[in-house]
């Protein structure tokens, strides 16, 4: 195999590897995309001072987030269905993240469960909560991410409604594929990935497949999902949280500085400024 050198021999390889259906859901955005295209452009704008002359042998990027040591100011992201990229992805990219000493966070909407990951890990994770209308289930996986060890809940604020992707539209995608001609051709099309997944039993949203009652086959768990994206989500949801999580809590998807100041004076241990493409 060629060597990968940088993120872009990544992408290339996931096309290869990846049904269409999952990879199309990591690199497209909702609607017209612009923020999908913007939150790359943003870091390209970015340029570092250069000054010269300076001893960098003992150069470091180590440093603390939330009070924890981390070998750079950077953690991975919550980013759903990880483990329909790759078999038990959310598992791999943990154990990648521990080995590099950057924080992992898992979100709700996970292939892998909070308990999968914690058994296979060492570190403790940071839990991405979506506040569902069911308030007992936001309850609970907040306590299976506290007996889990998770040291931060990543509250994210600014998915009320799911925004209209239209290419997971077109593609029928679904957890895990549903076997019309379309997506068997696409499965076929990556035998790879197809025996990788046939050597895995997880391959349903795992924090949530079995943990509630009436979702138990892919329909129900499909329609139970997207109705329960909390609409009326408010500060007073996040003080709600609050009363159920004392560890630290990372407010996510920031983007004003009102909002900002806000966070700030509900209590958040930090923000992510951030938002789905
Ligand atoms: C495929 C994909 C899935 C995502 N899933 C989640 C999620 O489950 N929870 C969440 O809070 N954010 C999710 N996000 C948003 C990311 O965590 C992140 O905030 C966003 O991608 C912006 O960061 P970036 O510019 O580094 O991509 C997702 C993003 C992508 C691209």
Same mark, same amino acid.
Request: hydrophobic fraction near 40%; charge should be neutral; glycine fraction near 6%.
């Given at each position: 195999m060629t060597p990968i050198t940088c993120i872009a021999d990544l992408q290339a390889l996931a096309k290869r590897r990846v049904p269409k259906m999952f990879y199309d859901y990591a690199d497209t955005g909702s609607w017209t995309q612009s923020t999908y295209h913007d939150n790359e452009a943003a870091f390209q704008r970015q340029k570092l001072r250069q000054r010269v002359a =300076?001893?960098? %042998?003992? @150069?470091s990027v180590k440093t603390k987030m939330i009070g924890e040591d981390v070998t750079m100011p950077l953690a991975l992201a919550p980013v759903g269905l990880t483990g329909m990229q790759h078999a038990d992805g959310e598992i791999l990219a943990a154990q990648a993240a521990e080995k590099f000493g950057v924080p992992f966070t898992l979100t709700? &909407?996970? =292939?892998?469960?909070i308990e999968d990951v914690a058994e296979y890990t060492s570190k403790p994770f940071w839990f991405q909560l979506? =506040? &569902? @209308? /069911?308030r007992g289930f936001s309850e609970s996986l907040m306590k299976r991410a506290y007996a889990a060890n998770c040291s931060a809940l990543c509250l994210?604020? /600014?998915? $009320?409604v799911l925004g209209q992707r239209h290419r997971d539209i077109k593609n029928g995608l679904s957890t895990p594929p549903n076997p019309t001609p379309r997506v068997l051709l696409d499965l076929a099309l990556k035998p790879r990935w197809c025996w990788n997944m046939l050597q895995t039993? @997880? @391959? $349903?949203?795992g924090n949530i497949h079995g943990h509630v009652?009436? =979702? /138990?086959d892919m329909t129900s768990l499909a329609e139970w999902t997207n109705s $329960?994206? /909390?609409?009326?989500? %408010?500060w007073s949801s996040v003080e709600w949280v609050k009363k159920h999580w004392d560890r630290k809590l990372i407010l996510k998807g920031i983007n004003d500085v009102e909002d900002a100041k806000i966070a700030a004076d509900v209590g958040a241990d930090a923000i992510v400024v951030s938002n789905h493409g």
């Amino acid at each position: 195999m060629t060597p990968i050198t940088c993120i872009a021999d990544l992408q290339a390889l996931a096309k290869r590897r990846v049904p269409k259906m999952f990879y199309d859901y990591a690199d497209t955005g909702s609607w017209t995309q612009s923020t999908y295209h913007d939150n790359e452009a943003a870091f390209q704008r970015q340029k570092l001072r250069q000054r010269v002359a =300076v001893n960098i %042998d003992n @150069r470091s990027v180590k440093t603390k987030m939330i009070g924890e040591d981390v070998t750079m100011p950077l953690a991975l992201a919550p980013v759903g269905l990880t483990g329909m990229q790759h078999a038990d992805g959310e598992i791999l990219a943990a154990q990648a993240a521990e080995k590099f000493g950057v924080p992992f966070t898992l979100t709700t &909407m996970s =292939v892998c469960s909070i308990e999968d990951v914690a058994e296979y890990t060492s570190k403790p994770f940071w839990f991405q909560l979506y =506040v &569902m @209308r /069911d308030r007992g289930f936001s309850e609970s996986l907040m306590k299976r991410a506290y007996a889990a060890n998770c040291s931060a809940l990543c509250l994210t604020l /600014d998915l $009320q409604v799911l925004g209209q992707r239209h290419r997971d539209i077109k593609n029928g995608l679904s957890t895990p594929p549903n076997p019309t001609p379309r997506v068997l051709l696409d499965l076929a099309l990556k035998p790879r990935w197809c025996w990788n997944m046939l050597q895995t039993k @997880r @391959r $349903q949203f795992g924090n949530i497949h079995g943990h509630v009652s009436g =979702v /138990d086959d892919m329909t129900s768990l499909a329609e139970w999902t997207n109705s $329960q994206f /909390d609409p009326t989500l %408010d500060w007073s949801s996040v003080e709600w949280v609050k009363k159920h999580w004392d560890r630290k809590l990372i407010l996510k998807g920031i983007n004003d500085v009102e909002d900002a100041k806000i966070a700030a004076d509900v209590g958040a241990d930090a923000i992510v400024v951030s938002n789905h493409g």
